[in-house]
């Protein structure tokens, strides 16, 4: 008959490594079991099997600490003068506050204030050495000029030209001389050149009635005497004759002398050219030689 001994019936730490029977069999279905003493191999296979259900040992990356106190801790490396910080136990966007405005944030993220960037944090916060949103140094009309009010370039302003008197005339393609607006009082002396008359430079309509007096033209009448000597057929004049008046009086004797374009025939009759003569002056031409001592005077504008 088996005796049994149940776990209940042995006693605390009465049994140890020299009561064990390493070698014995137990079979516990049927009661006995059997326990035998390792090898070598099985030891290894059973402690590489557990190396293996141990973790590696940690070590910290960039920005990682990992402490040796017990247990080990891992923590965030915070740097000098970190623009990162914890609160209430979690990493955090540090944020300066600035006067004015500062960069801030919310649940979309982070962002600038509006109004927050001052002229302070400008590296170039002026205009002309007026610093941003300060008005402009006034700018008054000075004369022929007006302009609504002083200008400093907070509010629109329209510049206009002041008209003294009616000889200049505005429109919306500019400044004009006004019809007959150019009257004696604005002329100078010597101020209308012969050539200039209806040449495009001073035209009629820009003129007003008796508006041009003899002290405002540059031009005179001229007589010339010439001096034949019977062999001379062309003659100098003292001036040069303007185009404009290039229909003269030549009188002989007393007598005038009908002019032609050209080819002159015998004494009554003679050509003007208009530069043909010494210097670029004017010369009268005859037909035929003149006598000497004959008296020739010529009339003409110059």
């Known amino acids: 008959m088996a005796i049994q001994i149940r776990g209940n019936q042995v006693l605390n730490n009465t049994i140890g490594p020299a009561q064990i029977d390493e070698t014995a069999t137990y079979d516990f279905s049927s009661g006995v079991v059997s326990v035998a003493t390792p090898s070598a191999g099985a030891h290894a296979a059973t402690k590489a099997y557990v190396d293996s259900k141990v973790p590696d040992e940690f070590s910290g990356g960039d920005g990682i600490v990992i402490t040796d106190a017990d247990p080990d801790v891992i ?46 944090k400008l590296a170039s916060s002026t205009i002309s050495g007026k610093a941003l949103g300060a008005n402009l140094d006034a ?30 005339a505005k429109g919306a393609s500019g400044l004009k001389v006004a019809d007959t607006g150019i009257g004696a009082g604005q002329l100078a002396t010597n101020a209308v050149v012969e050539d200039k008359i209806n040449n495009g430079a001073v035209s009629n309509t820009k003129l007003a009635d008796a508006s041009v007096s003899a002290a405002k033209v540059s031009f005179a009448t001229k007589v ?79």
Do not use: C, H
């Open 139 to 168: 700018l008054a009309a000075g004369q022929g000029l007006a302009i609504g009010s002083p200008y400093n370039g907070s509010a629109g302003q329209t510049l206009d030209v002041n008209l003294d008197g009616a000889t200049l």
């Open 224 to 302: 010339d005497a010439l001096s034949p000597n019977g062999s001379l057929t062309a003659f100098d004049l003292t001036s040069t004759v303007p185009s404009q008046f290039a229909q003269i009086m030549l009188f002989r004797n007393g007598m005038a002398i009908e002019q032609v374009a050209s080819s002159p025939s015998g004494l009554d009759q003679f050509s003007l050219s208009l530069t043909g003569g010494t210097g670029g002056k004017s010369a009268v031409t005859f037909g035929a030689a003149i006598p000497s001592g004959e008296s020739l005077r010529v009339f003409y504008i110059a």
């Open 75 to 120: 923590a965030v490396d915070l740097a000098t003068n970190p623009g990162m910080q914890f609160s209430a136990n979690k990493l955090d966007l540090k944020i300066k506050s600035e006067s004015g405005g500062s960069i801030t944030k919310d649940a979309d993220g982070i962002y600038i204030a509006n109004g927050a960037i001052g002229n302070a």
